[in-house]
T-cell receptor, first 115, second 109 residues
Framework: GAVVSQHPSRVICKSGTSVKIECRSLDFQATTMFWYRQFPKKSLMLMATSNEGSKATYEQGVEKDKFLINHASLTLSTLTVTSAHPEDSSFYIC???????????FGPGTRLTVL | RKEVEQDPGPFNVPEGATVAFNCTYSNSASQSFFWYRQDCRKEPKLLMSVYSSGNEDGRFTAQLNRASQYISLLIRDSKLSDSATYLC??????????FGTGTRLKVLA
């Protein structure tokens, strides 16, 4: 099956610092990658969609200058949370799909705690 | 009205029971439908895609009713390991996938 990895799995940082999360498709070319955020006992909320080689499309209410997304290759996308605040603490999950697929496959997620 | 709606549950059922979840969607142009399973503090995993004619995978059966705009998931002979949150996902043919809030299932010994 399609495998997506994420790194790091858990990160704790101080307020004001920036955190980069990597999402990789290991056995397929991810033409589209999605970034989600999930708060405890809540559903996944789509933050942005990125297609390889083009700028990400952000959902309403998601600050593109705060959540920087780069999808420079067909196997790697990164999400950088800039100037992190405690309210940014959440579970961040990426997913990826290949152009011909309907399904998307998820990475294991990154649990971010901002102190 | 939410684009995708699910009963949050929890559904508490004994082992061996049959349980069914429904999910309604508001966009009649929706084209692709999926059920994902999410365990606590883990990422969602694809359980099955839902096809127009309905499809079955072992103890799991998925159905699509376009006229009434809902999909369903039936789990037969529930196992303890089926305890999880089941997410309904709908795609309208664009890159955007809409997730329901999930239905929690607890299978009791």
């Amino acid at each position: 099956g399609a495998v997506v990895s994420q790194h790091p799995s858990r990160v704790i940082c101080k307020s004001g610092t920036s955190v980069k999360i990597e999402c990789r498709s290991l056995d397929f070319q991810a033409t589209t990658m999605f970034w989600y955020r999930q708060f405890p006992k809540k559903s996944l909320m789509l933050m942005a969609t990125s297609n390889e080689g083009s700028k990400a499309t952000y959902e309403q209410g998601v600050e593109k200058d705060k959540f920087l997304i780069n999808h420079a290759s067909l196997t790697l996308s990164t999400l950088t949370v800039t100037s992190a605040h405690p309210e940014d603490s959440s579970f961040y999950i990426c997913s990826a799909r290949q152009r011909e697929w309907n399904e998307q496959f998820f990475g294991p997620g990154t649990r971010l705690t901002v102190l | 009205r939410k684009e995708v709606e699910q009963d949050p549950g929890p559904f508490n059922v004994p082992e061996g029971a049959t349980v069914a979840f429904n999910c309604t969607y508001s966009n009649s142009a929706s084209q692709s439908f999926f059920w994902y399973r999410q365990d606590c503090r883990k990422e969602p995993k694809l359980l099955m895609s839902v096809y127009s004619s309905g499809n079955e995978d072992g103890r799991f059966t998925a159905q699509l009713n376009r006229a009434s705009q809902y999909i369903s998931l039936l789990i037969r002979d529930s196992k303890l390991s089926d305890s999880a949150t089941y997410l309904c996902v709908v795609n309208s043919g664009t890159y955007k996938y809409i997730f329901g809030t999930g239905t929690r299932l607890k299978v009791l010994a």
